[in-house]
């Protein structure tokens, strides 16, 4: 199964929400899939009961406790939609590790925009 990073997203919403929402848009078993990869990528803790079958991806069930500090950055970063238009368009095929990274850096920089910003209308209104 492809890894979809817009169901990653929407899973970390949902959790942060602490009223998990039924996402309608997709499959049970893709979602399971998708909560498994999050597990794996230590951005929530939780627990992967594995398929008996060996040629089952999907996990018989997937039961996540709380997103942990690193998901709650991830989450963070990815809020912002400019960030995120960046992530799905020129790292789509990129590792977690390296979302985790990117979308970071993304944030950081788009904040010390806004800050550069602020501080030059500051500076301009001070004379």
């Known amino acids: ?28 078993d893709t979602v399971k899939y998708h909560q498994a990869l999050l597990i794996d990528a230590k951005l929530v803790e939780g627990s992967i009961l594995p398929n008996n079958q060996i040629s089952s991806q999907i996990p018989n069930m997937v039961i996540i406790k709380k997103l942990n500090w690193t ?44 800050v550069k910003i602020l501080l030059d209308n500051n500076e301009a209104g001070v004379d």
């Open 1 to 28: 199964m492809k890894r979809d990073m817009e169901l990653i997203r929407e899973i970390l919403f949902s959790i942060e929400e602490e009223n998990p929402k039924k996402l309608s848009s997709y499959n049970e």
């Open 71 to 114: 998901g709650h950055e991830f989450l963070d970063a990815v809020r912002q939609d400019n960030v995120w238009n960046t992530i799905k368009s020129e790292f789509k095929d990129a590792s977690i590790e390296t979302l985790i990274s990117v979308s970071k850096q993304l944030a950081e920089g788009w904040a010390k925009k806004k």
